[in-house]
């Protein structure tokens, strides 16, 4: 399999399942209240509510089940490289898509206030655990003949 680490411990094995726990816990939350308000976000930022609600029913769907995967990290740390990775991807182009969205007048600045909980904050406990797993893993995929 090629996301896990090695087989030693995870380093900061600890932080890196309370932050995935968190983050875990956080997003099957507001995926579960997006599914069942998904008009909220329009309202907090004075926007005007969508047509097709759907759209953010469904988004919510999809973070709730992202939730599901960050607890299974949060359980197996040496086995979420790849969820971790793809999670850090979209916490990244989560925000330059909104900025893309604000920057054409679609957005308000007010709506930014996903980025800081969705998004943001998640950067740095991220970006540290890739580290944290990235060397375990190149040593188990280049010594597993596969490199």
């Known amino acids: 399999m090629f996301t896990s680490c090695e087989t030693s411990p995870v380093p900061r094995e ?4 309370r932050v995935f726990a968190a983050a875990g816990a956080y997003n099957v ?4 209240y997006a599914v069942v308000d ?3 976000v329009f309202r907090v930022a004075g926007m005007t509510p969508q047509n097709h609600p759907q759209i953010f029913m469904t988004l919510g769907m999809v973070l709730g089940l ?4 960050y607890l299974d990290v949060a ?3 040496a086995e979420g490289l790849t969820v971790a990775a793809v999670g850090l991807a979209g916490k990244v182009l989560g925000p330059l898509g909104w900025l893309w969205l604000y920057l054409t007048g679609q957005w308000p600045l007010a709506s930014g ?5 969705n998004d943001l904050i998640w950067w740095l406990p991220f970006t540290l655990y890739l580290h944290d797993c990235l060397p375990g ?11």
Request: charged share 20%.
């Open 14 to 17: 600890r932080l890196h399942r």
């Open 29 to 32: 939350l507001w995926g579960c």
């Open 38 to 40: 998904p008009q909220w």
């Open 66 to 69: 992202y939730g599901l995967l």
């Open 75 to 77: 359980l197996r740390p």
């Open 113 to 117: 206030l996903l980025l800081v909980t």
């Open 137 to 147: 893993w190149r040593a188990r995929y280049l010594t597993s003949g596969r490199g």
